[in-house]
């Protein structure tokens, strides 16, 4: 089945303590791409891949880090998490960045940090 | 800047009532719009999207939006919403120049179907 998978899908961790969400497809998409969604916010980029060893910031990097090191995979890295990074957050990949190719979602990843 | 808005943040409904949600885009180019649906703990999924062509697109589950190009909107309309389209509503739009494949979302709108 094509899809975007994203581990953990919950996780509640304290400031400071580095962590990383994984994000994996399988649909030899180029493109990939994180987002957080906020109440009253909807949802902001935070990185994007073109494709492999391509990345580049969204609308709201800080506190952020990515890798893509396969094509398959676009890791979030959160060095040291802060309160303000509560949020729930959203991998999506697409055959390309161009507008025709849709992109598809992952189910989310709730993270608290206290 | 580029932005979307959502007209409404909260709607509720009953059952076989007709729904249209609305979207305004703000953007110095030319755009694709796209309607999304995150069912409760769901993911993200695609009802529907314009390119180009015909302004009235159809969706899935009997969504259908209208571009209007003059007022900069996308709005959503379903003639008769069912319990089952209890779900949050984002409108996006991604330019179609210099595209680094953003999608700029609007604020969302929870729709609360009764039964």
């Known amino acids: 089945e094509a899809q975007v998978t994203q581990n953990p899908r919950y996780l509640i961790t304290v400031t400071g303590k580095k962590l990383t969400v994984t994000c994996s497809q399988n649909?030899?998409?180029?493109?990939m791409s994180w987002y957080r969604q906020d109440p009253g916010l909807g949802l902001r980029q935070i990185y994007y891949?073109?494709?492999?060893?391509?990345?580049d910031k969204g609308d709201v990097p800080e506190g952020y880090k990515v890798s893509r090191k396969e094509k398959r995979n676009f890791p979030l890295i959160l060095e040291s998490p802060s309160p303000n990074q509560t949020s729930l957050y959203f991998c999506a990949s697409s055959m390309t960045p161009i507008s025709y190719n849709e992109q598809f979602f992952g189910p989310g990843t709730r993270l608290t940090v206290l | 800047a580029q932005s979307v808005s959502q007209h409404n943040h909260h709607v509720i409904l009953s059952e076989a009532a007709s729904l249209e949600l609305g979207c305004n885009y703000s953007y110095g180019g030319t755009v694709n719009l796209f309607w999304y649906v995150q069912y409760p703990g769901q993911h993200l999924q695609l009802l529907l999207k314009y390119f180009s062509g015909d302004p009235l697109v159809k969706g899935i589950k009997g969504f259908e939006a209208e571009f209007i190009k003059s007022k900069f909107s996308f709005n959503l309309r379903k003639p008769s919403v069912q319990w089952s389209d209890t779900a949050e509503y984002f409108c996006a739009v991604k330019g179609t120049s210099g595209n680094t494949g953003k999608l700029i979302f609007g604020q969302g709108t929870t729709l609360q179907v009764k039964p």
């Open positions: 649909m030899n998409h180029e493109y």
């Open positions: 891949s073109m494709n492999v060893e391509v990345t």
